[in-house]
């Protein structure tokens, strides 16, 4: 009995201490090192996007898809100067883009207009025996923030009629968009063009991020998954 016991003492190890051998010897699994450094570097790229002014525009175009013909989803952005509801808004998206674009740019336009004479008001407050120049050109673009202002002020009446005309009847209110949409869009590009008669070398001025970066940053990051 006792060599018995002894021989099953010396056969294999029991189950539960192969399995324990079995854990520390597994191989990693190969494919989690590289998806995690995938997602690694697109974090790292999507910073750098951010940096640049570009965090929303990469996660517009990189995660929300095209959502339609031209590739473009309607995304919620503050357009301070632009008293339309966002119902308008999105309408204005969807049945006249080009309209959308215009005020969208009016609402670029008009902050600049601000940003400029709050700059010019700083330096005649800074040198007040010189203060008579800084009015001056105060003046001129204080005159081409109004005038543009009520270029749009302008538009907001037709498009509120034609949104509410589709609204309760969609035939008669395409047929109004058919009509007016490229009006519109013409008077507001015309005020738009006037407005940056003062605001181009304003913006002539800004840094820019280096071309075709984010494209070209965005299709390595798409072609990771491919």
């Given amino acids: 009995m006792g060599f018995l016991k002894k021989k099953k003492k010396d056969a294999p190890g029991e189950p539960a201490v192969e399995e324990k051998s079995d854990e520390k010897s597994k ?6 090192k590289p998806l995690i450094k995938k997602l690694s570097t697109i974090l790292l790229i999507l910073l750098i996007l951010g940096g640049l002014g570009g965090g929303s525009f990469a996660y517009t175009k990189f995660f929300a898809g095209s959502g339609g013909e031209d590739g473009r989803v309607y995304q919620s952005i503050s357009l301070s100067h632009v008293t339309l509801p966002e119902e308008m808004l999105v309408f204005c998206f969807t049945r006249m883009p080009e309209l959308y674009d215009a005020l969208v740019a009016f609402n670029g336009e008009m902050v600049l207009f601000e940003t400029e004479i709050a700059r010019i008001d700083a330096v005649g407050t800074k040198y007040p025996d010189q ?3 800084a009015d001056g050109q105060k003046k001129e673009w204080d ?7 009520k270029s749009f002020e302008k538009l907001e009446k037709p498009i509120k009629e034609t949104f509410v005309l589709f609204q ?4 008669l209110g395409q047929e109004k968009i058919d009509q007016t949409a490229e009006q519109m869009t013409q008077a507001a590009n015309e005020a ?3 407005a940056q008669e003062l ?3 304003l913006k002539d001025a800004m840094p820019k991020a280096p071309e075709g970066m984010i494209k070209g940053t965005l299709y390595k990051i798409k072609k990771m998954f491919l």
């Avoid at 309760?168 to 035939?171: D, M």
């Fill in 199 to 201: 605001t181009g070398p």
């Fill in 131 to 133: 203060k008579k120049i």
């Fill in 192 to 194: 738009l063009e006037k």
């Fill in 27 to 32: 191989p990693a699994d190969p494919k989690k």
């Fill in 143 to 149: 005159k081409g923030m109004q005038s543009l202002k």
């Fill in 168 to 171: 309760v009847n969609q035939t």
